[in-house]
């Protein structure tokens, strides 16, 4: 099994900064790849950045692109999400995810085991 607790969250002015952190613990294996989704009211869940814990490799969605940094510390078995130029449209609970199958997916369906989320609130 796997576990993930997320912390960092609040409320941010647009163009503020946010640093989003997902500790991790459990069987490492499966949690190879390790992502941040966000869900906004009344919309589905998106992906927004995943890593590839072995390795490093990235990959963001486009609306974040330039602006949202995901990195790792592999000692402390924590994902960070770093959230630059916010913008009120960023708003949403963010979710942690980690799995094993999937590469480097932005896709749900990839990511078994998820964290009970940190709300970001950007306004204008």
């Known amino acids: 099994q796997v576990q993930l607790v997320e912390s960092g969250g609040g409320s941010v002015q647009a163009g503020g900064s946010v640093r989003l952190s997902c500790a991790a613990s459990?069987?490492?294996?499966?949690?190879?790849?390790m992502s941040w989704f966000r869900q906004a009211p009344g919309k589905e869940r998106e992906g927004v950045a995943t890593?590839?814990?072995?390795?490093?490799?990235?990959t963001y969605a486009d609306s974040v692109k330039g602006r949202f940094t995901i990195s790792q510390d592999i000692t402390n078995n924590t994902v960070y999400l770093q959230m630059n130029s916010l913008k009120p449209e960023d708003t949403a609970m963010y979710y942690c995810?980690?799995?094993?199958?999937?590469?480097?997916?932005?896709?749900?369906?990839?990511?078994?085991?998820w964290g009970q989320g940190t709300q970001v609130t950007v306004s204008s």
């Open positions: 459990g069987a490492t294996y499966r949690r190879n790849y």
């Open positions: 995810a980690a799995g094993f199958l999937g590469g480097l997916s932005l896709r749900r369906a990839d990511f078994r085991y």
């Open positions: 890593i590839y814990t072995i390795g490093g490799a990235t």
